[in-house]
């Protein structure tokens, strides 16, 4: 469940002060207005100023600041760094993303750091991740070090790779064609055989 203060976006609309949430859905806080996340076993406080995209027991934070609550190892993931609970019990931790810097602070229980290599390399070792433990009462920042953004929701980029699709160009092109050709190529000769002067 999504609990919305006023001024609260869920994909791009405003949000009720109650509503369902599914994967994919978009979440954006005002600058003076926050937001909260029930899952099971998981409470996220979505700060002021936040976009975050809910993913089940993943969150993808954009900008801003989350503040989970989780016996379910609930995960926040900023471009190629993911924040992931070393255990599987309650554990309460935040993760801030501004100007490129990942914040992570563990306040109950340690949070482990896990850093992926960059994708698009086609070295071997460019699949590799490092992880480095945050350990509870303390805080560690790394950089952002790649840029991969949150998606939209899926049914948002199915209705825009179609518009992009050439079957929907071609689509768009004939019946452009057979309007102007209505409008242009009839004859002055009425098609009815009801006129007299028609052969």
């Not at 859905?25 to 996340?37: E, G």
């Not at 563990?106 to 991740?129: C, L």
């Not at 953004?149 to 004939?174: C, H, M, Q, S």
């Amino acid at each position: 469940m999504l609990h919305a203060a006023v001024g609260v976006q869920l994909n791009g609309n405003a949000a009720p002060a109650s509503s369902a949430i599914f994967p994919d859905d978009l979440v954006q806080t005002p600058k003076n207005a926050a937001a909260k996340i029930d899952a099971a076993g998981s409470t996220a406080v979505i700060a002021p100023e936040t976009l975050v995209q809910f993913e089940g027991n993943q969150l993808y934070l954009e900008h801003g600041t989350v503040q989970v609550t989780t016996s379910t190892q609930m995960t926040v993931r900023v471009g190629c760094i993911t924040a992931i609970p070393a255990v599987a019990g309650w554990t309460q931790y935040d993760v801030t993303d501004v100007d490129g810097k990942v914040t992570v602070a563990a306040h109950k229980s340690d949070v482990n750091i896990e850093t992926r290599k960059s994708e698009a390399s086609p070295k071997p070792q460019a699949a590799r991740s490092e992880k480095v433990t945050v350990r509870e009462g303390e805080q560690a920042t790394r950089s952002e070090k790649c840029g991969a953004a949150i998606r939209p929701p899926d049914y948002v980029t199915g209705k825009a790779a179609f518009l992009n699709t050439w079957e929907a160009v071609t689509a768009g092109l004939i019946v452009t064609g057979v309007i102007t050709c209505l409008g242009l190529c009839h004859s002055d000769n009425p098609m009815s055989p009801s006129d007299p002067s028609y052969r």
